[in-house]
């Protein structure tokens, strides 16, 4: 980061507390604006989730033109993905919730796609096996968190290998010149990284209708590419909704990341875990000590405990209101939020473990045998069947 | 060509009078020597095909190690492909017959490639459609040749994407800067073509036994991608045996070209075509007039119509050494040779019609249900079964 930068936001690179409206205009995205959401809200016949209410979920691209098409009966899907390259943390697995909530409300079709192929690629010390193995443990988690089993389907790209067959197009449209621009390739990079972007690309032309991508903010520019292409291949743009970045424990610049384990709450960790990492390294805004606290009040916004609590931990607006004002005004410590987070993210992770043993009897029918997924498995030959 | 350069020899450009000796040390290959074809008629226990006894089979890379791997019993297989980007001339499939001699007489597994999605990313004007359609023409002439149904597997890239699996290590190995150098990429290249080595260089990945690829030496280039990453994925480096130039009709220089159809005989070409395309554009080694003829003696050696019955047209040594020699002797013109091979090539169209029409009940076969396509089909998950 130069010092004229006050953050940075790139595929592969998150760093410095983002200016959200600012990054909105260095993307050129569109607000999710509370015409938008009331919009929704219409359409669904529902309460707005925390996601939307709360404005995790912040800018858009051609969302208003997802709930036109929906409106007017002509539908929409949603695509969404993971990168299988080791056990997923809880900054994982919320966006998944929000992609839930869409997936019900509208009553659509959903595929997600697990990079084995990608994070092959992208990790030198990765082999196909490693990441193979991490689709099977991040699917469990994924289905988890209860979609619609014959309106969803999960595949890896080293299986689905059809997904090379819908690649073609794009790939004979994008050049290494726009390819690396968007994803910082160069001279060394090798020519399968350089391919996936086709491969990303791909399922956003699994059926002829809007395709609406939930993610993070930071993947815009993957979609970039695919919405410059589209309609000269007879698609639609695709349409995204972009969320924040779910904080660190360590502090709200940045993202969490699995590569610094200190940084993250697994979704496998015990109650111990979770008690002992919150403890020790989840940053608050207190301040120097209890005295000084009770005396100045303390800062929630920069504070990590109630970011997560704000983001998907506290579900109760009203709530989550007093706890702002008693942490401003002096009234509770670090130590009780801390607490209270740590009691909630447990609950949590006991509901997730129980449901991810559930899973194990429905990854194969969002794989291979529900209704979506076996309509996707026989679209085209696949051997001679005896 | 530059004035320095007296011919030229890439994947892509043939240009010049071909000096094979210099070629195979340029490329750095080996001359295919008596010693080894010698070899090969002793294990096969069969009299040499014309390819070999005449060396338009000329140059090799390991073929010596895939005879001795055949004599310890460790086998190999055959691989080679079609780009089908239109219809197949006679030089694209006299290779094929050189491949079926090859594999009736080692009885071995054979892979053809028939990559249809490389001809839709190298040629802006052709939709994958167009190459669809021209694989399953293109095969039924390849089929006609007539391989062993239950140990030849043929397949289209586009279809038998489980080719995409396949040519992920490759391809987690090669970089930009690689694959440009052995195929002339730059930055406006798609990545859909800088991505295709690795879907090229797959199939010598099929077994786990030493790969023999028949094909003309300008291909070379090609494997040495595969050469130089094969063993650190654990397989053999390919091994190759390298034709000469099948030369066009209008003269010994370059290789016939489907672009340029007067220089090329389809096998679509009924005899009126072959008649008159032999007749007005064969270049002959003869003299201006046939006076000149009779006194002077012809240019074998320049004749494209004797290349052409050297290469393939005349089975017969004997027959082959007295027209050689009747024509340098000025005994015969160049009107009889044409009528010759004229005869020789309607006679070969033919047959070869007549084999096409037989080729459709056998097309099922090599790309599905015999031997060892069906189990190429199945040795990965395929979808729901029901």
């Given at each position: 980061m130069t010092s004229l930068e006050d953050f940075i936001v790139t595929p592969w690179e998150v760093e410095g507390v983002v200016d959200y409206r600012k990054l909105i205009e260095r993307f050129g995205t569109q607000p999710l604006t509370d015409d938008l959401l009331k919009k929704t809200q219409e359409l669904t016949k529902s309460e707005l989730p925390i996601f939307l209410r709360r404005k995790f979920f912040f800018s858009h691209r051609d969302y208003d033109l997802v709930l036109k098409d929906y409106e007017e009966g002509r539908g929409f899907f949603l695509y969404t993905g993971r990168g299988p390259s080791g056990p997923m943390h809880i900054g994982h697995i919320i966006p998944f919730y929000m992609t839930k909530w869409l997936q019900e409300k509208f009553d659509v079709n959903l595929y997600i796609q697990i990079t084995d192929d990608e994070k092959f690629f992208f990790?030198?010390?990765?082999?196909l096996e490693d990441t193979r193995k991490w689709a099977l443990d991040n699917i469990l988690d994924i289905v988890a968190v209860g979609f619609n089993p014959d309106k969803t389907f999960i595949f890896q790209d080293s299986e689905f290998t059809k997904i090379y067959e819908m690649a073609l197009p794009i790939a004979k449209k994008v050049t290494f010149s726009t390819a690396r621009a968007v994803f910082?390739?160069?001279?060394?990079?090798?020519i399968g990284m350089i391919f996936f972007p086709a491969i990303q690309a791909a399922?956003?032309?699994?059926?002829?209708r809007r395709c609406l991508i939930p993610a993070a903010?930071?993947?815009?520019p993957y979609w970039r590419i695919q919405r410059d292409y589209a309609e000269s291949l007879g698609y639609y743009k695709t349409a995204a909704i972009h969320s924040k970045f779910f904080p660190p424990l360590t502090g709200i610049s940045g993202k969490m990341s699995a590569s610094k384990p200190e940084t993250a709450i697994y979704l496998t960790d015990s109650p111990e875990d979770v008690k002992r990492k919150i403890w020790k390294f989840a940053f608050t805004g207190g301040r120097a000590t209890a005295k000084e606290q009770r005396e100045k009040g303390g800062e929630p916004e920069k504070c990590v405990v109630f970011k997560w609590l704000e983001i998907?931990?506290?579900?109760d607006d009203k709530k989550l209101e007093e706890r702002y004002w008693a942490c401003k005004r002096g009234e509770i410590l670090c130590g009780e939020c801390k607490a209270y987070l740590t009691e909630k993210v447990i609950k949590f992770l006991d509901e997730h473990k129980r449901k991810r043993k559930d899973a194990e009897k429905v990854v194969d029918k969002v794989k291979y045998t529900g209704g979506l997924a076996s309509k996707m498995w026989e679209s085209t030959y696949q051997g001679p069947r005896r």
């Open positions: 990790k030198p010390e990765l082999t910082g390739f160069n001279e060394q990079s090798k399922p956003t032309f699994f059926e002829r903010i930071d993947q815009d998907f931990f506290e579900p």
